[in-house]
């Protein structure tokens, strides 16, 4: 072996610097790609678990679930509301005394081409907003509208009543008929609905 040969083999080693930052750097990648890995891995996995129990959770209470405030006789309320795809609703609230109170419903619209489809939230809830007429034990009646309290008992002429509300933005013309339904308009009073008589029932 020459001179040369055993100079070159000697130094074949070594590398120039701007190579051995290539190494070093790519020595750092490869090291970094497997900790990503692992890391991505226990991520993905961490989100499986997750949607599992979500699934069974929404699987549990068969809807949408959430805390919302709405005025209850005259009252603001936090009630626990659940949405149902079929357009149902079931509802839970304290009252200002203390009692645990559920309520639920429901309903569907008619679209133009006479189909039916379930209620959205948001027309229930839009729902849940409209005045209440109340009949209490004491045998007077209440008309709860946001923050409003409204007794009518004495208001009352051939078992019609005649109540303006307003929560600041709206104001609702209400016709009530004394243990026979109500009916509110934005424009005018609603003329009431003819009571049926025995005699008409019999016809």
């Known amino acids: 072996m ?9 130094f074949s080693v070594l590398h120039s ?7 070093v750097e790519n020595m750092v990648n490869r090291k970094k790609s497997r900790s990503f890995r ?5 991520v ?10 979500g699934i069974v959770y929404a ?20 009630a626990t509301f659940e949405y149902n795809a079929d357009g149902t609703y079931s509802m839970s609230y ?4 203390g009692d645990e109170k559920e309520r639920g419903g429901g309903g569907v619209a008619y679209e133009r081409d006479g189909s039916e489809r379930p209620l959205t939230e948001d027309e229930l809830l839009e ?27 004495d208001r009352f002429e051939d078992d019609v009543c005649y109540v303006k509300v307003s929560n600041g933005d709206e104001t609702l013309y209400m016709t009530v008929q004394y243990q026979n339904g109500w009916s509110a308009s934005s424009h005018k009073y ?14």
């Open 94 to 97: 304290q009252t200002a005394e």
């Open 127 to 153: 729902q849940l907003n409209m005045p209440e007429v109340e009949y209490m034990e004491d045998g007077t009646v209440w008309v709860y509208y946001y923050d409003q309290k409204i007794d009518i008992t």
């Open 190 to 203: 609603v003329e009431p609905a003819k009571r049926l008589s025995e005699e008409d029932h019999e016809e």
């Open 17 to 23: 610097p701007g190579e051995m930052a290539t190494e």
């Open 2 to 10: 020459t001179n040369k040969e055993k100079y070159k083999q000697a």
């Open 59 to 78: 699987a549990d209470i068969g809807g949408i679930q959430r805390t919302i405030q709405i005025w209850i006789e005259g009252d603001r309320t936090d």
């Open 38 to 42: 692992g890391a991505a891995a226990a």
């Open 44 to 53: 993905i996995a961490c989100l499986l678990i997750a949607g599992g129990s």
